[in-house]
């Protein structure tokens, strides 16, 4: 998903760097997150946000790593297009995709048997 590159203006006129973070969510409720369970943690689509709320309130622990990746100095970039694609690339390096129950199966019971 494209990031909103109006976001950077303030920050790139100020001629301030860009600090991406990276939000990894590992654990909920006790369980390693699978896409399963992040329908309850994620917004997006054509979800209701008022029904989304309520799911995410029921949550009573979830476990995030936070990464904070390198900072883009925006005096070095010509334009917000530049600053918003090197915050993606550089959140996507660090982002550790959410595996489907099949796909954690898959690889527990390869790491197990391998």
């Known amino acids: 998903m494209p990031f ?4 950077l203006a303030s920050a ?7 600090l991406p973070l990276c939000i990894n969510y590992r654990y909920l409720d006790g ?8 329908d309850l ?9 008022l029904e989304q709320l ?13 990464i904070l990746c390198p900072a883009i100095e925006t005096q070095k ?8 694609e090197n915050a993606r690339h550089s ?5 550790i995709s ?6 954690r199966v898959a690889v527990g019971s390869y790491a197990l048997s391998g």
Do not use: D, P
Request: glycine letters at 6%; proline letters at 0%; aromatic letters at 8%.
């Open 31 to 38: 369980a390693q997150v699978t896409k399963r369970e992040g």
């Open 77 to 84: 970039l010509k334009c917000r297009k530049q600053v918003s």
């Open 98 to 103: 959410v595996q489907s129950e099949e796909e």
């Open 54 to 66: 309520v799911k995410l309130l029921g949550i009573h622990e979830s476990w995030v790593e936070i």
């Open 12 to 18: 790139i006129a100020l001629g301030a760097n860009v």
């Open 91 to 95: 959140i996507l390096n660090a982002h």
């Open 4 to 7: 909103k590159k109006s976001l």
């Open 41 to 49: 943690l994620f917004y997006y689509g054509n979800m209701n946000f």
